[in-house]
């Protein structure tokens, strides 16, 4: 069994396994620290923002760490929202906005926790994207593995091989869902999506008429099986209104 450990977050005491990430404990016990490039949908996909950033005083020492990667192996104090964290985080935050200005979660994020003012950061005009990666993580999850990172450097973004409309992406929006800047973009009209630089059929229910996704998704999502003509609730209700009138007549 594994070993437990009681800790301090802001004063709450909090227990935890031995080797819990510290994020993880802090969630668990409802105690906000912010991130950007979490999701709970892919567990080891960490330390890619560092927003995360908390102050641990272990042994005597205290020392900055990233929660999200930080085991906590003994008993320790942790601050989430000390003077020297906020100003940390702030820096962070300034680098964030040089790396994507036009992330529409920033803009929020930058009220709460202020950015520092700094002149010797370049800024990626009429960028929004940060390379955290979660929209890769979230298309290789699918199985579709439509988008990747391309180029280097300051060129450096997430698109699909050639920037061209790729035959593996089926336009299921799992990419756009998952980004926590608000980057990915994608149009819609009554019939069409448009996402990397592809034009998808839209699907409805055939009973209420709701998008159920592309023609595309919806068939990769049914794999072997029928596909689907009708959305989950309404494919629920007909499934319960035909019980309802087999019983009636037994
Ligand atoms: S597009 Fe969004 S999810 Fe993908 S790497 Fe950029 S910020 Fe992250
Ligand atoms: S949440 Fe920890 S580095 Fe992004």
Known sequence: MSEMLTISIDGKECTCKKGEYLYDVAKRNGIFIPTFCRSDAFEDHRACCRICIVEVEEGGRTKVVTSCVYP???ECSVQTRSEKIMEERSVVMALLVHRAPEAPSFKNMVGRMGAT???RLVTLDGEKCILCGL????????GTGAISTVNR???KKIDTPYGKGSDACVGCLSCANVCPTGAIEYSETDTTRTIWNRDFELVRCEECGQVMGTQNSVVFAAADEVVPTMCDSCRKKHLADEMMATYRYV
Do not use: F, H, I, Y
């Open 72 to 74: 906590v192996e003994r």
């Open 117 to 119: 003012e700094t002149d």
């Open 135 to 142: 929209c890769v993580q979230a298309c290789n999850a699918l």
């Open 153 to 155: 450097g300051t060129e």
